[in-house]
């Protein structure tokens, strides 16, 4: 008796078959992708002053650039639409006030683009490295107060540029 069961479990085992049979078979795909970017893309939050007259006041605003892993790229900041070529201002209809931005701290690295387009030479790009993740940037500002402000809407804007 052994000999045969050793017998069929050799035959079986040479026609390939085992003890475990098959009834169907379930199916499915399994999707694989990538998105390949080619280019980068930025975002800005902007920058509300809080009003203390004859004292200073700071506030932050962001800059948020996406770029793919490993590209480097270059954030510019102009001089905006109101400067008087030494400094930003925001300006209403009769007055200005002066303010600077910033990239690392208050009274640090003024953040301009005299290294591209070379329109506020007071201060120079931020330098850094995609991920292929949006990467905020806080940008830092501060303007002086006299007191002797007339009231109004102060308003500039910067143009940012992503140089990559």
Known sequence: MKKHQLAVAVLATLLGITGNAHAATATTT?????????ACSVSATGIVFPYIPNDLASANGDVTV???????????????????????????????????LYKDQIGGNVWGDADYGQ???????????????????AV?????????????????????????
């Open 66 to 100: 996406t770029c793919p892993a490993g590209m480097p790229y270059a954030i510019a900041l102009d001089a905006g639409q109101h400067s008087n070529g030494q400094y930003r201002q925001v300006v209403n209809n009769t007055s200005s006030i002066p303010y600077e």
């Open 30 to 38: 399994l999707d694989v992708s990538v998105s390949v970017q080619g």
């Open 140 to 164: 830092l500002g501060v303007m002086g107060f006299t007191g002797g402000e007339q009231p109004g809407e102060y308003t500039d804007a910067v143009t940012v540029s992503v140089n990559y």
């Open 119 to 137: 329109t506020y030479l007071s201060g120079t790009s931020l330098a850094d490295t995609g991920n292929g993740l949006p990467q905020p940037h």
